[in-house]
């Protein structure tokens, strides 16, 4: 069965830090982009970050470009996403998503872990 399991969502207070992590299985985890998106309360979801299945390029969004850093370990299957100096508008439910594509062509969506910024 095709999983994606993202994990370590929570409470922080600004300028905190929180690492998500994003387990697969199911599929062949290196052929597969992997990216993170959130959704805020009464927001669209917007993407977060990507990286490549090949030789890790990456993606992030202005908004978190210099205090959010994502890595993969194909080894473990896991996505990371290092989210450092927390704003509250960093505040929504992050999402993992992984893309594919020729042979091993599909999307998959994880569920999301909530991520609270507040004092």
């Known amino acids: 069965e095709v999983q994606l399991q993202a994990s370590g969502g929570g409470l922080v207070q600004p300028g905190g830090s929180l690492r998500l992590s994003c387990a697969a299985s199911?599929?062949?985890?290196?052929?597969?982009?992997i990216g993170w998106f959130r959704q805020a309360p009464g927001k669209e979801r917007e993407g977060v970050s990507c990286?490549?299945?090949?030789?890790?390029?990456?993606y992030y969004a202005d908004s978190v470009k210099g205090r959010f850093t994502i890595s993969r370990d194909n080894a473990k299957n896991t996505v990371y996403l290092q989210m450092n100096s927390l704003k509250p508008e960093d505040t929504a439910v992050y999402f993992c998503?992984?893309?594919?594509?020729?042979?091993?062509?599909?999307?998959?969506w994880g569920q999301g872990t909530l991520v609270t910024v507040s004092s």
């Open positions: 990286i490549s299945n090949s030789i890790g390029s990456t």
């Open positions: 998503h992984a893309v594919g594509w020729g042979a091993s062509f599909g999307n998959f």
């Open positions: 199911g599929f062949i985890f290196e052929d597969y982009a």
